[in-house]
């Protein structure tokens, strides 16, 4: 039984290092060169850092969710706005051209900004302050908050004398 236990344990690693070295890279491809967008996710009118690593000239790069530029070679990464009218959702693939060879990277727009590309102007200020004042006094109104008053500071002390002879009795 003590056998058994060892021999799953030595088998258990080799099994999982040679699962490791036969699985494909996710940049392992003919071109050498690493495109990247981050984040993958951007609301509309968001900025995205556009890099490209290990090309040995410049990188072209094209997408419709903002304007189409060329990375130098020394440069690594740019900062790019997204376009305010990129639509919710939509998912654009970055293209990359390297020495000839192209890559894509996908680009998510995300939900949640406001359907207008930008936010509406307020016509005129806030009134503020004036609370409920702006109207004026209106005489049945404070009449009919002095009643209400009334009203209840009288039913008020008829059930505390009410209590108060019950008592006694």
Known sequence: MHAI???????????ALGLT????SAHAEDSGFQPRVTP????????VSVSSSSCS??????AQTFDDFTLAK??????????????????????????????????????GRPESASPSPVPQGVKAGVG??????DVQE??????????ALGAAYYVTRRRTSDKGA
Request: charged content about 15%.
């Open 132 to 137: 409920g004042s702006a109207g004026g006094l």
């Open 57 to 62: 000239g410049e990188t072209k790069v094209e």
């Open 142 to 151: 404070i009449a009919l908050g002095g009643a209400l008053i009334a009203g």
């Open 74 to 111: 020394d440069e690594g990464s740019r900062s790019v706005p997204v376009h305010w009218e990129a639509k919710q959702g939509s998912v654009d693939y970055v293209t990359f051209t390297c020495n000839g060879q192209s890559q894509t990277v996908k680009l998510t727009v995300a939900g």
């Open 5 to 15: 236990r060892a021999a799953s344990a030595a088998v258990l690693p080799l099994t």
């Open 40 to 47: 993958s996710t951007i609301a509309a009118g968001g900025q």
């Open 21 to 24: 070295l036969t699985a494909p």
